[in-house]
């Protein structure tokens, strides 16, 4: 029998122990032995909660339970995610999460004190919702070299544009139904402006490239100023627009990373990545392309790419065999300029003069769309001074 906590009894918390109840006879043919959540931790009161006894306010319960091996966070946010998690690193207990905030913002911390207390810190459900990612980026592409990830790594987002680009829901609207689906982040600002991809996207180039980027430092943006002339346009090229996230070494040895809406191809794999799915197209040197597909956000299905990971950890705990995942927090001048990518621009100027060398989209409302040649954003800025510009979004 191996215990367990789930601490945070919200959205994933719930989920997990739903699963865990649901599936509790596949677990134990798959894991050889009974798996028992002992206690939930949260701070609210759940009085007539059928689980009621099983949940206790004071995290410490768990601390200093010897028969409690695995803890799950599933709480959300720094702190105290970050604190909870190490205190039950150093008592010797493998920690689960799909925090991505506090894997982006703590992860080579927490590592190096799974790794020195022989004990696992995984996170598999914190990029990507249900798509094995962490795993294959673990285990089968451990010794390939990694070129390049593009991924549409937000669920929320996703589905704001599908509802809004292609069914006509208004932003507001679509985001309220994402957050009504257990789709969005607590602060759903996180999912619309581009934070949760950034985080998610340097957890993928830290396992990519051995080295994670401050959040504060990665160019990023969200989905606030795409509007649906954007998208006809897209439209009318064979594009949609996306939410991509992607990193990539460069030449000079350098890490690009950037969050940001792009024009996506309709021969990117990426292109038809719609709802609250999420794509992950990773470039490699033996492999090739690889694309990994599925649910990125909600209850049930987040809570499963927990449940692989309490698997392996328990398919582990006797031989003690987990490979620590190892990754150092990287010196800023690493960073490559997003702006310096070389790639194509949509732009929307006032008016109907643009300037020259580029190719007219559409002209209409007053306003007038072109894409310009293969270039870099100053040189694009540059191209703009004297327009209005409306709009401008990269190509992938
Ligand atoms: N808010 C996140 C998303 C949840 O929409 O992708 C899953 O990380």
């Known amino acids: 029998m191996i215990k367990m906590a789930v601490i945070g009894f919200g959205n994933i918390g719930s989920g997990l122990v739903q699963l865990v109840t649901e599936n509790a006879e596949v677990i134990e043919k798959d894991l050889g032995c009974k798996l028992e959540i002992k206690y939930i931790v949260d701070i609210r009161d759940f009085k007539g909660h059928p689980l009621e006894s099983k949940i206790v306010k004071d995290f410490n319960v768990v601390l200093e339970d010897p028969e409690v091996s695995i803890v799950a966070e599933m ?23 799909s925090n991505k905030e506090v894997v982006a913002n703590f992860g080579e911390v927490l590592l190096k004190a799974a790794k020195e207390n022989k004990v696992a810190y995984l996170f598999e459900a914190a990029v990507g919702g249900a798509i094995p990612i962490i795993r294959p980026m673990r285990e089968s592409l451990s010794s390939d070299v990694i070129n390049e990830i593009n991924g549409i790594l937000n669920g929320t987002t996703n589905f704001i544009l599908t509802k809004m680009l292609s069914d006509g829901m208004s932003f507001d609207d679509a985001l309220q139904l994402s957050r009504d689906l257990g789709y969005a982040e607590a602060n759903p600002s996180a999912d619309v402006d581009g934070i949760d991809s950034c985080r998610k996207i340097a957890i993928l180039s830290a396992l990519a490239y051995g080295k994670v980027f401050s959040c504060d430092k990665i160019s990023t943006q969200g989905i606030r100023n ?48 719609s709802d609250v799915f999420n794509g992950i197209l990773i470039s490699a040197k033996a492999s090739g392309d690889l694309m990994f597909y599925g649910r990125g956000a909600g209850k049930i299905p987040t809570a499963g790419a927990v449940l692989a990971d309490i698997a392996e950890i328990v398919k582990h705990i006797s ?74 979004i990269r190509f992938m």
């Not at 002339?229 to 009318?236: C, L, M």
């Not at 020259?356 to 293969?374: C, Q, R, W, Y």
């Open 226 to 273: 795409i509007s649906r002339r954007d998208a006809e346009d897209a439209a009318k090229m064979s594009c949609a627009i996306k939410l991509i996230a992607h990193t990539e070494k460069m030449s000079d040895g350098k890490i690009l990373i950037d969050v940001a809406p792009k024009f996506t191809e309709i021969d990117s794999p990426l292109y038809s990545v």
């Open 75 to 97: 709480i959300g946010g720094s702190h105290p995610a970050f604190d909870f998690s190490l205190a039950a690193l150093k008592a010797g207990k493998s920690v689960v999460t």
């Open 319 to 392: 031989i003690g065999q987990i490979p620590p995942v190892l990754w150092k927090r990287a010196e800023d001048a690493e960073l490559f300029d997003s702006k310096l990518q070389m790639t194509r621009f949509y732009c929307r100027v006032k008016g109907d003069k643009t300037p020259e060398g580029v190719s007219i989209i559409s002209s209409k409302d007053g306003e007038t769309s072109f894409v310009t040649a293969v270039t870099n954003e100053y040189e694009t800025e540059k191209m703009l001074e004297n327009f209005v510009c409306v709009s401008k």
